[in-house]
């Protein structure tokens, strides 16, 4: 099966030599615009957040950037295996599995592209192994990865997965497409099961299992760390100093009034609680991470209220 290349510099607009925080940026500003939630263009909203989501996936993990960036031009070069990473390819041991079989994903938000050198996904040796003398063999589990937006995570979803498992060397093939549910409050690396969508028993013995193992979406302003959920907050001076009441957003669209105290300070973090993810009992809970802003530049008037502010003031922030 042709697998297409995918330029991940370019699907983010950056350079092979940006860094690690200029990567975030620009997927930080893509995902805003593309979000399916906020963006003009419904129609190609998701594909497009899928695809800033792969990229960044890739190019803000060291190791598979290192990988990617090994690719190089030769990428796609014949007569060898792709460098670590799953293969599109039945893979594993303990049997002969049929030669030269393939398979593919439909609907789990990757591309093929990164199923085959990203995913670590693949075949697996599933369980059991031949039964008395028939040969019977039960078949092998697949497993392949499965993006989940935030918001799928909250409430859940249904979502229609295909699955083409063919021969190149006849043509023969089939597709299977099942449904998914998507549990709300589901995690990062759980695992999906999809009972006989695996690759075919021999002499009537079972067919193996699909798995898809849960990868979480990247979000622009929420950053998942078990069912807790984090985002930034950043303050001016005199905000910070004098408290205020700002209007934070959470998931699912509306905002919460937030009381910020008087002299809160950069790094400092406040406890939505129930704002997190679902689970059983209580939900998890939203922290609000304080940083303090600063102008880059002011005008004249500003210049003086700031020397003025520096003359007065006793805060001796390096003796506290």
Not at 43 to 54: C, D, G, H, L, Q
Not at 91 to 100: Q, T
Not at 205 to 225: I, N, S, T
Not at 302 to 315: C, G, I, P, Q, Y
Request: avoid cysteine; aromatic fraction near 8%; glycine fraction near 16%.
């Amino acid at each position: 099966m042709a697998v297409e290349f995918r330029n991940y510099y370019e699907v983010l607009g950056v350079g092979r030599e940006a860094t690690g925080p200029e990567v975030k940026k620009a997927f930080r500003k893509l995902a805003r615009k593309h979000h399916p939630d906020v963006a003009a263009d419904k129609s190609t909203a998701e594909e497009k957040f899928k695809e800033i989501n792969e990229a960044y996936e890739v190019l803000s993990d060291p190791e598979k950037r290192k990988k990617y960036d090994l690719l190089g031009a030769n990428w796609n070069q014949q007569g060898g295996p792709p460098p670590g990473g799953g293969s599109g390819a039945w893979s594993g041991g303990g049997g002969r599995m049929p030669e030269g079989f393939e398979f593919e994903f439909g609907g789990t938000g990757f591309s093929d592209f990164f199923e085959q050198y990203f995913s670590g996904g693949g075949a697996r040796r599933a369980a059991g192994g031949f039964s008395g003398q028939s040969g019977a063999r039960r078949g092998q589990d697949i497993e392949g990865d499965l993006m989940v937006s935030l918001e799928e995570a909250f409430v859940g979803s249904m979502r229609t997965i295909s699955l083409r498992k063919s021969d190149p060397q006849t043509g023969r093939g089939s597709t299977d497409e099942v449904q998914v549910r998507i549990p709300a409050g589901i995690g990062e690396g759980q695992r999906l099961r999809v009972p006989g969508h695996g690759a075919q028993g021999s002499h009537g013995a079972e067919d193996g299992d699909l798995y898809l193992r849960v990868r979480l979406a990247a979000h622009p302003d929420f950053r998942v760390k078990g069912h807790d959920l984090y985002r930034d907050l950043v303050l001016a001076p005199w905000e910070a100093v004098l408290g205020t009441t700002i209007a934070v957003q959470v998931p699912g669209g509306k905002n919460v009034q937030v009381k910020i105290p008087a002299g809160t300070s950069s790094e400092d973090q406040l406890r939505l609680r129930g704002y997190g993810l679902p689970k059983r009992g209580a939900p998890g809970d939203l922290y609000v991470e304080i940083s303090i802003g600063s102008p880059a530049a002011v005008a004249e008037e500003e210049r003086r209220l700031w020397e003025k502010l520096r003359d007065v003031s006793k805060f001796k922030p390096r003796e506290e």
